[in-house]
């Protein structure tokens, strides 16, 4: 399976983001991955869909959006709109909602003709999400507690990206991208891409790098 890095741009100086994605498309990425966050799902707030709207004009890459929000139905069609490609909901922001929230958040998204995914934080169990693998486009399996780019890998997590592997071959959707987030290093990379990760997010190794292309091209090796 094609490995694919997105760099996240929360690990960018926010007052130089069009340098910022200029240099992760010269340097090899795949998808550039937008944390979304609202002060509430998680603590910090980063930007809303302003930010993609006038990130948009500036790479060819598909926009990955990470959605670390409550109530993520009332900002599809913000992101939508501002020309996102993919769209990532938080398992447990939907849950909290309502039993059905999560179908219909991708539901939505789908109507959108934008890809979805389903994010699972690390003391959520892969199996809770097994139900939606059919709506889904993506699964992401948090490696760090949401909220904070530059934490440490949860190493306990490839389980669960072992088992979301398995899980889609056996379904019929081996080729399901499943995209790990949170602490992803040229260190660890290989062990993350043996689970079964095909999509690596990559904030500080790749904007704290001296020399990002070669680490785009080693986190792909
Ligand atoms: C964490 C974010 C991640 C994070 C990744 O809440 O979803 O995308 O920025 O950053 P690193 O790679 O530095 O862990
Ligand atoms: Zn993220």
Do not use: W
């Not at 389903?118 to 948090?142: G, K, Q, R, S």
């Not at 949860?154 to 088992?163: A, Q």
């Amino acid at each position: 399976m094609k490995i694919k890095i997105a760099p996240s741009i929360l690990s960018a100086d926010f007052s130089e983001m069009g340098k910022a994605v200029n240099m992760t498309e010269e340097a090899g990425a795949d998808l550039i991955h937008c944390d979304v966050m609202d002060g509430s799902f998680v603590e910090p707030i980063t930007f809303g869909g302003q930010m993609v709207k006038n990130i948009r004009p500036l790479t060819k890459l598909p926009l990955d959006c990470h959605l670390m929000i409550e109530h993520p139905q009332t900002q599809i069609k913000f992101f939508a709109g501002a020309g996102a490609d993919i769209i990532t909901v938080h398992y447990k922001a939907c849950k909290k909602i309502s039993e059905g929230y999560l179908k219909d958040t991708l539901a939505m998204i789908k109507s959108f003709n934008i890809k979805c995914g389903v994010a699972i934080n690390p003391d959520v169990p892969v199996e809770n999400i097994y139900d939606v693998f059919p709506l889904c486009d993506m699964v992401l399996v948090m490696s760090v507690y949401p909220g904070y780019g530059g934490q440490k890998f949860i190493p306990e997590t490839l389980e669960k990206v072992k088992k979301a592997r398995a899980y889609a071959v056996k379904t019929g959707r081996g080729d399901m991208d499943i995209e790990i987030d949170g602490g992803v290093m040229v260190e660890n990379a290989k062990t993350i891409r043996d689970a079964g990760a095909n999509v690596l997010v990559a904030g500080s190794a790749v904007f704290r790098s001296p020399d990002p292309a070669k680490t785009i091209a080693e986190l792909k090796r």
